[in-house]
């Protein structure tokens, strides 16, 4: 099956600073999202993004499907942005089943 | 916006009994459920996928006798961890996908973190 790769595992950033965190696939996909976990577990989705590059707020992505990545900015980071940021590729056919990348551990300190 | 409740956030069981987890979408008809489990600073791996009105399907290496899925309506799916043991002890999660939202708009619910003792 698909494998999804993030870089870095873990990332410690003074607040106000900026992130960049990588999502490797390593086949082609259906389409990409990224998610925020809290650390109380809450999901929240982030951007769907199968291409191109999309802006909200501090965020932003860029998914280039023909070299198998995508990009998440976060600038100007908060304490609240603090938590596990997961990417994830809709693999294959008709499935709707969501694949999880290995996620980046985000801590933003004040 | 679609929600997705689960129920309990938590529960602590002795090993060998079952637990039952629910994942309600409260504000539209899911006939596909998902259901995840994390271990601790982990990332989520799918366990099975929940048909409403027929049977489950689960991926490799999950046994469907000890995760017992059943998704009798268009609004609940539940997962029942039978004879549980310490091993099974996890943040389970669950999701659905509401109609009209393309392949995108997949809803979480707040999870269920198990212990077992």
Same mark, same amino acid.
């Given at each position: ?110 | ?61 999950? =046994?469907?006798?000890? !995760?017992? &899925?059943?998704? *009798?309506?268009?609004?609940? %799916? ?8 310490? =091993?099974?002890?996890? !943040?389970? &999660?669950?999701? *659905?996908?509401?109609?009209? %939202? ?16």
């Amino acid at each position: 099956g698909i494998q999804v790769e993030q870089s870095p595992p873990d990332l410690i950033l003074q607040e106000g600073a900026n992130s960049t965190l990588r999502c490797n696939f390593s086949d082609s996909v259906n389409n990409l999202q990224w998610f925020h976990q809290n650390p109380w577990g809450q999901l929240i989705n982030l951007f769907y993004i199968p291409s191109g590059t999309k802006q909200n707020g501090r965020l932003s992505a860029t998914t280039v499907a023909t070299e198998r990545y995508s990009l998440l900015y976060i600038s100007s980071s908060q304490t609240t942005d603090s938590g596990v940021y997961f990417c994830a590729a809709l693999y294959g056919g008709a499935t709707n089943k969501l694949i999880f990348g290995t996620g980046t551990l985000l801590a933003v300190q004040p | 916006g679609a929600v997705v409740s689960q129920h309990p956030s938590w529960v602590i069981c002795k090993s060998g009994t079952s637990v039952k987890i629910e994942c309600r979408s409260l504000d539209f008809q899911a006939t596909t459920m998902f259901w995840y489990r994390q271990f601790p600073k982990q990332s989520l791996m799918l366990m099975a996928t929940s048909n409403e009105g027929s049977k489950a399907t689960y991926e490799q290496g999950v =046994e469907k006798d000890k !995760f017992l &899925i059943n998704h *009798a309506s268009l609004t609940l %799916s539940t997962l029942t961890v039978t004879s549980a043991h310490p =091993e099974d002890s996890s !943040f389970y &999660i669950c999701s *659905a996908i509401p109609p009209g %939202s393309g392949g995108y708009g997949y809803t979480f619910g707040s999870g269920t973190r198990l212990t077992v003792v």
